[in-house]
């Protein structure tokens, strides 16, 4: 199956039904990849990218009490979300900080990240080089990497087939949204060759049926 590639700024409608879809189950697994794959890390700043309405940088922050997050997101509008969910929790409001601000122009509150993580962003660029840039120059040396996404499946019919197995009691806007971002992801072999072509010596693997993980340190 072709790419088929959705807009980078989500529209009104489809941005109010992600902040307000129950993602929880996926963002909790992107959590427990990135403690499996860093047993190690324990504190340090880290860099969500496209951090969205913000739930994995509040669970990072509260999963490592030691480590200060920021959420970088070109939309203020899905930012206003963030920072409603950290005003829900007022513990966390010292190590947590949300920065509006696309990448790969976007100027950050530090020059330097020990992990940069990122959930469901790459499906919704239109290239990726600029990213994986982004990522050397962000990071420092040995920095953790750790990103997930969807991967594309192989045909059409077996997008749908994931539709109706993930979401098939879900409103038909919300099926209409997931296809359209199984059809935008890119295959794990695409990431692979990017990431050769960016000199960036990170793994890929699929880690279910519908997503993928991109993870490993930056050259010390
Ligand atoms: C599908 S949402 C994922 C949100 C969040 N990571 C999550 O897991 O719920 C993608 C987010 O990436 C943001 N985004 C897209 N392109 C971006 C870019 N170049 N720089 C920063 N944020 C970007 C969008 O505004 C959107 O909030």
Known sequence: MQRIFESERMADE?????????????????????QEKFPDFCRGLVLDVGCGPG??????????????????????????????????APDLRSRVRFVQGRLPEAVLPRRSYDA?????LLHRLPETAS?????????????????????????????RELVERHAGDKPEPVKRDFL???RAAFKVEEIRQQLTEAKLLLSVETCDDHHL????????
């Open 180 to 182: 359209q971002s199984l």
């Open 55 to 88: 739930d994995v940088p509040l669970r990072f922050a509260r999963r490592y009490a030691e480590a200060t997050v920021h959420g970088l997101d070109s939309s203020a509008a899905m930012l206003r979300y963030a920072q409603n969910a950290l005003a829900r």
């Open 116 to 120: 940069i993580i990122s959930n469901s």
């Open 213 to 220: 993980l991109i993870w490993g340190a930056l050259p010390a």
């Open 14 to 34: 489809e941005r109010a039904r992600y902040a307000q879809a129950d993602f929880f189950d996926s963002n909790r697994r992107f959590l427990a990849h990135f």
């Open 131 to 159: 990213l994986w840039q982004a990522l050397s120059e962000l990071g420092r040396p040995g920095a953790c990497v750790c990103m997930m996404d969807l991967h594309r499946p192989g045909s059409e019919a077996q997008a």
